[in-house]
């Protein structure tokens, strides 16, 4: 059984930015997809950018332009980096993969779907303080 482990978290000042980590190992999947979540206090867990093996991005509207989502195939880590971040971005931050590159990219951009996604990270907190 696979593991997915992100790090990068932290607290950062608005308009601040930071660098999310995740490795993945232990997966023998021959094709699949990876994306970025999180999760507010109270909310429920919504899609933040998404990323298929040929390095085609998908981004949630509330993010476009201020994140990058990429992927380093040889170490088999996902990134997301976050620029001018906001106080609304605070949540816990999740890794997730799954072989449905559909049902991924779907899962990021609809709320409801993600806890059908197959492999999630433990989370890492951010948090923007005004």
Known sequence: QG???ESGGGSVQAGGSLSLS???SGFTYHSYCM??????PGEQREGVAG???DGSAIYVDSVKGRFTISQDNVKNTLYLQMNNLKPE?????YCAMDPRCALLATAIQALGITPSLKHWGQGTQVT???
């Open 3 to 5: 593991q997915l482990v």
């Open 22 to 24: 995740c490795v993945a």
């Open 35 to 40: 994306g970025w979540f999180r999760e507010a």
């Open 51 to 53: 990323i298929d093996k």
């Open 89 to 93: 971005d605070t949540a816990v931050y």
């Open 128 to 130: 923007v303080s005004s």
